[in-house]
């Protein structure tokens, strides 16, 4: 069974980069259609931020595009997401997903990173 | 971009009502929809994807319609387990777009 598990720093000072590890087990990082990030602020809703094709290609929220890249370890079976430049907007939950048919699914259980200033 | 609209933005019902949730996109998205379910502290659970493709293991009084541009998730009899907040997603391009979301809570 899939299983997907976010690491990094929860606390970030303001100015400097987010940096964020899906770890996916059980099943191989380059089969999936492909993997997601998103983001939750505190009582608010779900934001799609990137996503990256097992090919290394990749599409970001035009609204992060200028401060996001997300990258692949095919050798460590992870991805990575980096968010540089942040504020206190940028404090949330952050969740990794895979693509599957015409869902995401599943997810990880998500990590709060929090932006101090 | 699509832009998904969701509502009602919150619902009050009663175990045992049927409640509707539905999900307006912005320009035609065909059966590229997914919805999921929130829970408290938890991360989002994918419900029914390709609009009405129920998941395994989701009970069967969820199900999704529509295509194009509206959609709907029914709960056909509330369970205790199921107030939450749902979310439509569409799947269709990117940038990849959520509903606004709809708090479920009890009555």
């Known amino acids: 069974q899939v299983r997907l598990q976010e690491s990094g720093p929860g606390l970030v000072k303001a100015s400097e980069t987010l940096s964020l590890t899906c770890a996916v087990s059980?099943?191989?990082?380059?089969?999936?259609?492909?993997w997601g990030w998103f983001r939750q602020p505190p009582g608010k809703g779900l934001e799609w931020i990137g996503s990256?094709?097992?090919?290394?290609?990749?599409y970001y929220n035009p609204s992060l595009k200028s401060r996001v890249t997300i990258s692949l370890d095919t050798s460590k079976n992870q991805f990575s997401l980096e968010l540089s430049s942040v504020t206190a907007a940028d404090t949330a939950m952050y969740y990794c997903?895979?693509?599957?048919?015409?869902?995401?699914?599943?997810w990880g259980q998500g990590t709060l990173v929090t932006v101090s200033s | 971009d699509i832009q998904m609209t969701q509502s009602p933005s919150s619902v009050s019902a009663s175990v045992g009502d049927r409640v509707t949730i539905t999900c307006r996109a912005s320009?035609?998205?065909?059966?590229?929809l997914a919805w999921y379910q929130q829970k408290p502290g938890k991360a989002p659970e994918v419900l029914i994807s390709?609009?009405?493709g129920l998941q395994s293991g989701v009970p069967s009084r969820f199900s999704g319609s529509g295509s194009g541009t509206d959609f709907t998730l029914t709960i056909s009899s509330l369970q205790p387990e199921d107030f939450a907040t749902y979310y439509c997603?569409?799947?269709?391009?990117?940038?990849?777009?959520f509903g606004g979301g709809t708090k479920v809570e009890i009555k």
């Open positions: 320009q035609d998205i065909s059966s590229w």
């Open positions: 390709r609009a009405s």
């Open positions: 990256i094709f097992p090919s290394g290609s990749t």
């Open positions: 997603q569409q799947l269709k391009s990117f940038p990849l777009t």
């Open positions: 997903a895979r693509r599957r048919d015409s869902c995401f699914d599943p």
């Open positions: 059980d099943y191989s990082i380059s089969s999936a259609s492909y």
